[in-house]
């Protein structure tokens, strides 16, 4: 399994902004996440942060969900608490590109265009304090230095397309390694979590993990791994 930094890393990375409060205060949410885990906010005139008191208090509520044919299900809930900051203008367009992957919302491009005007949207991230937690059965807090020293599994972008395939093309296949791999007949299984250290599978309700004799190095190394889960031979 990821180790927890990494883990809440990577899910942070393909996550979205579903609530955004400021001193205890709800505020409209709307933003993404950038390369370091950060939280990238666009906020409007009139909004609670436009005018960007320092001391405010932010806590960012991140969702990642998991599609399994027609219902979408939870895994993992993050929440970022700390301090709004604005985000320099060598960055902007790079906070503008976080935020469109989750939102097209017309406002980024004034956001860009009208920098600094005191009566334009603007781009804020979180410098953060600390993070909470919640992922199947674990939960906890991390730290500000462990949060962002950390990075997301390197092979997300393969294990998410991956997994995709196997679900939409290869269920059938994955029932039989499952099942094999139990010694008994298995439900309605879908794949949960794919990662370097092995793979995760939802068996009616329950998830059940199946590691990898060695950690997967690269994408092919990932696709061989889960193909012995997937043989029934």
Known sequence: MLPIPERVRTLAATADVAKLSVDGAPS???????????????VRPGESLHGLRADAVVAVNLTAMRQLGAVTHPRGLIEVQGWAEAV?????????????AHLADESLFDALERFGHPHAPRLLRLDVGQVVYL??????VLDADDYLGAAPDPLTET?????????SSHRAQLAAGVARQ???PAGDVWLWELDRYGATVRVDESLVRFP????ARSELCLETALRGLLCTC
Do not use: I, K, M, Y
């Open 159 to 167: 294990a998410e397309r991956v997994l995709a395939h196997v679900n």
């Open 182 to 184: 139990l010694g008994e």
């Open 28 to 42: 409209p949410a709307r933003g993404g996440v950038d390369e370091r885990g950060r939280p990238v906010l666009l």
């Open 88 to 100: 320099p203008e060598a960055e902007a367009r790079s906070a503008a590109v976080a935020v469109a």
């Open 212 to 215: 990898w004799p060695t950690p």
């Open 135 to 140: 992922t199947g059965q674990e939960s906890g």
